[in-house]
């Protein structure tokens, strides 16, 4: 009988590791996952969970089933303190004087004073250290936010900005910056102007899109339209068209042309090609 009371203290020593135990678990417990459903049914009545009742797992589960397990540990634990001391209160009541029994009661009721403030505190130093341990939440699975993606944004007033796709208004394109000296997209390769017309990424009016850059049409641009039926070169200007491209021109001494007509400003309008060359490049020849 005398060693009985040691005993106790070492059950609630046991019992207070494991509520400490069980409450550590809660911090550790694995995500929500986008497994099938999975059904549980008590086998005994815990809590909120009835006996033979079969439920659903869902995020509170755990928590709530964790929740009633300690709800009736601490109860349970209270109810054996008590007991204890009563039990060493009796000793004590029928002692007689016999100071062997007294102290045997004194280490009863000692031991379910210690087992008890054990149990409790269980609680109050987690909730010291974080309250989160013992504010039982559901496990849920945060949903990742839209990350936006920024590119180059070229508006019809021929300036640009880097912007997020539905923000631009203009053309869009996420592999290219803003060049702020000329007001236009750059390419990673340095190129200005960026377009892609499959793509939807057209050129500001009135520029136009070659090799995914655009030009104005000015003096020396590339073109690919013979007749300027498209307005590529601007007012005044030919597309001197060869094999390999065109570029824009006045048709005066000394431009590119591939054929006579390259030349309406030229001195005698003719073209430095012969009709038994093929023109690879307007910039071979010239007008005369």
Known sequence: ???FPKILKIVFATIFLLQTVSLLFLITVPKQ???????????????????GATIQINPNSIGSYIQSIYNYAIGIVGILAVIVMMVGGFLWLTAGGNAGQITEAQEWIKGSIIGLVLALSSYLILATINP?????????????????????????????????????????????TCDSGSGKCKSPSGAVGVCDPQNGILCPYPQYCINSICYDGSVNSPC?????SIHQ??????????????????GKNGDPCCVDSDCPNSTNKKCSRSASEACASPSNYVCQ
């Open 1 to 3: 009988m005398k060693s």
């Open 132 to 176: 989160d341990l013992v504010n039982l939440k559901p496990i849920q699975v945060r949903q990742v936010s839209t990350v936006q993606t920024f590119g180059c944004c070229q508006d019809n007033t021929n300036t640009c900005s880097m912007k997020s796709f539905s923000d631009c208004k203009g053309y869009w394109n996420k592999d290219y």
């Open 233 to 250: 070169c601007q007012s005044g200007l030919n597309c001197a068209l060869g094999i390999s491209g065109g570029i824009c021109t006045i």
């Open 224 to 228: 690919n339209d013979p007749n300027n």
């Open 33 to 51: 996952s986008r497994a099938a459903n999975v059904n549980f049914t008590p086998q005994v009545t815990v809590g909120n969970f009835q006996q």
